[in-house]
T-cell receptor, first 116, second 114 residues
Framework: GAGVSQSPRYKVAKRGQDVALRCDPI?????LFWYQQALGQGPEFLTY????????KSGLPSDRFFAERPEGSVSTLKIQRTQQEDSAVYLC??????????????FGAGTRLSVL | AQSVAQPEDQVNVAEGNPLTVKCTYS??????LFWYVQYPNRGLQFLLK??????LVKGSYGFEAEFNKSQTSFHLKKPSALVSDSALYFC????????????FGAGTRLFVKA
């Protein structure tokens, strides 16, 4: 497809379970971002990849959160031992080239994670 | 530290009337400013951005925004609102030195009544 694709769209997990969220960016886009959007809030930065390199992971809230982009295209956000406060919509965005500041970001529809 | 404030949780306007959605920002260097719109069950969509140059920026769907450096504001405007403009609007800022992070405001829900 032409846009950023995220799967699954919805995920329900029991507290303590591990989850993996997938992002397929627009083909050829170098930059990839993950955001967490809590209910009623704006997206909050989690991490940034340039190709396969994770250049900024300062927004990851704890060591239970891990992201990878091994071949510079598809990315996976993994959350281990999920907790209720992890419930949120997780958004992925991509940009076409490394000149970051000027680039707009193209967002996926997000994965809504509910931890029970 | 970068920050964005959208002081209004909700804005209500009648169709055909002008609309303004407010945004103020704080950033240490030159700001790159963005507006995104979010429809239900959809990802954020880009509306417009200010990088440099003219303070009045025109974007998609008839929206425009005015960059005011002295007031550190970047308010979103449209001369004549449509019911279909009803959505959640986010202002965002990135520091112009090339940082990775984009900081988003909490969002303003726009209701346009027919």
């Amino acid at each position: 497809g032409a846009g950023v694709s995220q799967s699954p769209r919805y995920k329900v997990a029991k507290r303590g379970q591990d989850v993996a969220l997938r992002c397929d960016p627009i083909s050829g886009h170098v930059s990839l971002f993950w955001y967490q959007q809590a209910l009623g809030q704006g997206p909050e930065f989690l991490t940034y990849f340039q190709n396969e390199a994770q250049l900024d992971k300062s927004g990851l809230p704890s060591d239970r959160f891990f992201a990878e982009r091994p071949e510079g295209s598809v990315s996976t956000l993994k959350i281990q031992r999920t907790q209720q406060e992890d419930s949120a919509v997780y958004l992925c965005a991509s940009s076409p080239n490394p000149n970051l500041a000027k680039n707009i970001q193209y967002f996926g529809a997000g994965t809504r994670l509910s931890v029970l | 530290a970068q920050s964005v404030a959208q002081p209004e949780d909700q804005v209500n306007v009648a169709e055909g009337n002008p609309l303004t959605v407010k945004c103020t920002y704080s950033v240490s260097g030159n700001p790159y400013l963005f507006w995104y719109v979010q429809y239900p069950n959809r990802g954020l969509q880009f509306l417009l951005k200010y990088i440099t140059g003219d303070n009045l920026v025109k974007g998609s769907y008839g929206f425009e925004a005015e960059f005011n450096k002295s007031q550190t504001s970047f308010h979103l405007k449209k001369p004549s609102a449509l019911v279909s403009d009803s959505a959640l609007y986010f202002c965002a800022v990135r520091e112009g030195t090339g940082g990775f992070k984009t900081i988003f405001g909490a969002g303003t829900r726009l209701f346009v009544k027919a």
